[in-house]
């Protein structure tokens, strides 16, 4: 087992139940009819997210994908804003031109989400080429799933990353669909970290609903990049407990694909370990409560905040008129 | 001042843009010393200058190469992409489009992208159907990037200077058979400001509007014509998209009359959208229909009759010019 200190644990379970409660959250209100816009559930990938974002520093930069709310959340975009813009209004990230998929937030680092498959891991190499040409000390992390290995631009990113061996950390979420097809209708090899070898690359598969797993995984990722040792493949197995997005059918998960992902369920052990750290009940309980009011005052003023100007169509096309 | 060939314009504006700002750096295949500073030799010298961390040669990734530079600006250096032939952009047209073009938009002005995209290409080289093609209707149709050509030397190093100067993605088209053209250099520190077309040549008759070698072509005929009695004007675009919208219009208040010339297939290409442009806007002063010339709509061939017969001619051209007269 690994040692994780206190802290550490306290901050990853608590950004774990900032990206749990607000995929909860999201849900309610979609199913509520309160609102209505795509989203693409995190349930059952919470772990991986926050202790991803747990192993950064709030400088490093952050390259997610349209199922990018764990990283976004859980790198720290302000709540109100977060909601803001998933509800499409003009306190929202990006003033509502961006949306679910495509959150932006430079101040915390979450540079890109990208609603196209794959095409993150290219980007965060140019952001991490840009902390090797000016010696900023930063990282990228990129992150994406199983799906996103097939597509060309993995190859092309991962070779060039090698090649220059730049400060980035590439987070393979497997949650063994791609879209809705299953790993095993995609993919032969046995998994996706085993690639990194044909670049040079170091490559490594963890358990991502085990904290003391994937946590230390991420950390040694980060700190080798940050030491110009270059990149990092890892592959954090995970299970997406819902449909590729909100409302989507499912139906067609086996039965036992479905029992083996409710047992590895990442929130219940995560709230084992805690325990066994000697943090109370009380001790978690409140600090999900605290998140939660945190959530509904921030989705309060969500609702009410003003949807952008029409004119906002003809703005942010190029610098003239922005 | 001592004249100076296009790709060395091209060379002199990358160098003093990397002299006075570190962010700028440029990355393509085969660009660096170790390969002789890139095909055409832009970039030559410049890794022995700069070193190899700003003179980046990448493995054969187009995609890699583009969303690199995506990357790079997002964090506010100033990349020099170069996809080698225009024609290899159709392998990372994502992380231009969507990407490169839209970023500043879905971000709310938060992350613009200024970034240069430096391609080459041309017809009547001989290098056929995947290697020859100007494709810049492909962008000119994106919101959110510069289109930019330039036709002779001096506007090479004035455009390419503010093509990096730009904050926002800039696809900058070379054409093969303007490299060795040699002018006056205009000297340090020389820009064209985008969005900003040139008079080529006044005249009365017929304003023909066109960008890069065709520009070339219109002096020619503007020449011919000439002794014909025919006063023709050669509008430069220099910046294709968005283009300089008053100058074309008012050249085409003064003529009456206009033809659209490009080397790219006639369909569906730039000449379309400003024929159309110019009969919502000009139709009380159109004398006729506006004309428009462009490549045949066939894969450039490589047989170099074949080739020479598939490009916009100087007869084509001209014969359009008297139709519109009624001179033919």
Not at chain 2, 47 to 62: C, F, L, M, Q, V
Request: glycine content about 10%; hydrophobic content about 40%.
């Amino acid at each position: 087992m690994s040692q994780i200190d206190r802290d550490k644990l306290l901050d990853i379970y608590t950004r774990t139940m900032k990206v749990n409660r607000t995929d909860e959250k999201f849900r309610e209100l979609l199913m509520g009819g309160k609102v209505a816009v795509m989203y693409y559930c995190v349930r059952g990938q919470e772990l991986v997210s926050a202790a991803a974002m747990a192993a950064l520093e709030k400088e490093d930069y952050v390259v997610c994908t349209y199922r990018g709310q764990g990283e976004q959340t859980a790198k720290g975009i302000p709540m109100e804003k977060w909601w803001g813009e998933c509800l499409g209004k003009a306190t929202g990230t990006c003033k509502g031109k961006g949306g679910t998929m495509h959150i932006t937030d430079p101040e915390t680092g979450i540079m890109v989400t990208t609603g196209v498959v794959g095409s993150g891991l290219p980007i965060a190499n140019g952001l991490a080429m840009a902390s090797q040409n000016n010696g900023d000390g930063r990282v990228t992390l990129v992150s994406f799933g199983d799906g996103a290995a097939n597509i060309g631009g993995f190859h092309e990113a991962m070779n060039m990353a090698q090649l220059y061996k730049l400060p980035v950390i590439f987070l393979c979420q497997n949650n063994r669909y791609g879209e809705h097809t299953a790993y095993a209708d995609h993919t032969d090899s046995p998994n996706i970290a085993s690639r990194a070898a044909g670049y040079g690359m170091k490559g490594v598969t963890v358990d991502g609903n085990d904290v003391h797993q994937i946590y230390p995984a991420v950390k040694e990722a980060v700190d080798r990049a940050r030491r110009g040792e270059g990149p990092t493949l890892v592959e954090a197995m995970c299970y997406r407990m819902m449909g590729h997005f909100f409302g989507a059918d499912f139906s067609y998960m086996p039965p036992e694909h479905i029992a083996e992902m409710k047992a590895e369920d990442p929130l219940p052990k995560l709230r084992k370990v805690m325990l066994e750290h000697q943090f109370t009940e009380e001790e978690l309980d409140a600090i999900v409560a605290d998140i939660d009011a945190q959530i509904n005052a921030a989705v309060e003023h969500a609702l009410a905040a003003p949807l952008p100007d029409t004119d906002e169509i003809y703005k942010d096309v190029l610098e003239e008129t922005a | 001042m001592a004249q100076i060939t296009m790709t060395q314009a091209l060379n002199l504006a990358i160098d003093e843009a990397m002299a006075e700002d570190p962010g700028v750096f440029c990355l393509g295949e085969d660009v660096s010393a170790k390969q002789g500073g890139g095909v055409f030799k832009v970039t030559s010298g410049l890794t022995e200058k700069y070193g190899e961390h700003r003179i980046r040669a990448t493995p054969i990734s187009e995609t890699a190469i583009i969303g690199a530079a995506v990357g790079a600006a997002l964090a506010g250096q100033r990349p020099i992409a170069e996809i080698m032939l225009m024609n290899f952009v159709g392998v990372c047209m994502d992380q231009i489009v969507n990407h490169a073009a839209k970023l500043r938009f879905m971000s709310g002005g938060q992350t613009p992208c200024p970034m240069v995209i430096r391609t080459t290409t041309g017809v009547g080289v001989g290098f056929g159907g995947q290697h020859s093609d100007m494709l810049e209707a492909w962008f000119a149709h994106v919101a959110g990037i510069h289109v930019v050509t330039p036709s002779n030397p001096a506007d090479a190093r004035g455009l390419m200077r503010a093509s990096i100067d730009a904050n926002d993605p800039v696809i900058f088209i070379e054409n093969i058979l303007c490299y060795g053209l040699k002018a006056e250099d205009p000297g340090p520190g020389y820009r064209v400001p985008l969005g900003k077309a040139a008079i080529a040549r006044e005249g009365t008759d017929i304003s023909i509007i066109t960008y890069g070698r065709t520009v070339l072509d219109a002096l020619a005929v503007a020449d011919d014509l000439a002794k014909e009695g025919i006063s023709v004007e050669v509008v430069d675009l220099r910046t294709i998209a968005p283009y300089d919208e008053a100058t074309v219009l008012a050249s085409v208040r003064k003529t009456g009359r206009a033809l659209t010339l490009h080397e790219a297939v006639r369909p569906f290409g730039t000449g379309a959208e400003i024929a159309a442009n110019i009969q919502e806007k000009c139709w009380d002063v159109l004398k006729g229909p506006v004309r428009r010339v462009g490549g045949t709509f066939s894969a450039v061939p490589f047989a170099s009759h074949l080739e020479q017969a598939w490009i916009p001619n100087k007869g084509q051209i001209i014969e359009q010019i008297k139709a519109s007269m009624d001179k033919l």
